[in-house]
């Protein structure tokens, strides 16, 4: 299993690039850009806009992957949101994940801030399915973000080449699912560096190739952890 961060993006200064950096020197594999307009049910602070910042990430860092968790298809024409993960993972190669998603409720108000329509889900899923089946067939990987049944089938419909994404899921979910495509995580991982370990150890148990951990308290306690559970699947 490869693990990786979101990186701190509800702020207004540019502390992501440093822990992108960071996270790279301390061998972790990825780092991850939430996509809003501000924090969830938040609107009176701060979020950078993902994309910039996934481009800044991608110039000042060599080998760990990245990409937005996830890119909201409806915000963008389908064809420009595709054109911008296209030419990040020029940037970037081999680097990139495209995470997509359809969004929900909870980020509805976003959209509605700005003036930007929201479709139906069957729509919203019909653009997501088109934008990555069009990055997939680029050899860009695509998570698509789960959590309803129509997007876990939505990602084992697409095939090789797509995850799908369980944010906050238990272990006995992700094993369900890991059997018929691929599956990965992301959520808070809080306490002890040996009861992250331990939960990472859980979430690979359970077939989950990727554990995504939203920005811990401590970057070093959190590699301590990842260390740890290498140590051990290692032997």
């Known amino acids: 299993m490869r693990v990786g961060i979101t990186l701190p993006t509800f702020r207004d200064d540019a502390a992501a690039l440093d822990a992108a950096q960071r996270a790279e020197a301390l061998g972790l594999d990825g780092v991850f850009v939430f996509d809003h307009f501000w924090p969830p049910e938040r609107p009176d602070l701060p979020s950078l806009s993902a994309f910039p910042v996934l481009g800044a990430v991608a110039a000042a860092t060599e080998r760990i992957c990245l990409g937005p968790f996830v890119a909201r298809v409806g915000l963008v024409p389908d064809e420009v949101l595709v054109a911008e993960l296209r030419s990040l ?3 970037a190669p081999r680097r990139l994940i495209a995470g997509l998603g359809t969004g929900d409720h909870k980020s509805a108000g976003e959209n509605l ?3 930007i329509a929201v479709s139906g889900p069957e729509e919203r899923r019909l653009a997501l399915r088109r934008s990555a089946r069009s990055l997939i067939d680029l050899e860009v990987p695509v998570w698509v973000g789960g959590g309803s049944i129509a997007t876990t089938e939505l990602a084992v419909e697409l095939g090789p080449g797509a995850a799908v994404n369980l944010w906050e899921a238990q272990p006995s979910a992700l ?5 018929r495509c691929e599956v990965t995580w992301g959520g808070p991982l809080d306490g002890e560096v040996s009861q992250v370990a331990q939960s990472l150890h859980e979430l690979e148990a359970a077939g989950a190739t ?11 306690d959190f590699s301590e952890a ?3 559970l290498r ?5």
Not at 175 to 179: C, D, F, H, K, N
């Open 231 to 235: 140590r051990d699947r290692d032997g």
């Open 226 to 228: 990842v260390e740890v």
């Open 89 to 91: 993972s020029f940037m």
């Open 175 to 179: 094993a369900v699912v890991a059997p």
């Open 210 to 220: 990727w554990a995504v951990c939203a920005w811990p308290r401590s970057l070093e």
């Open 113 to 115: 801030s700005y003036g």
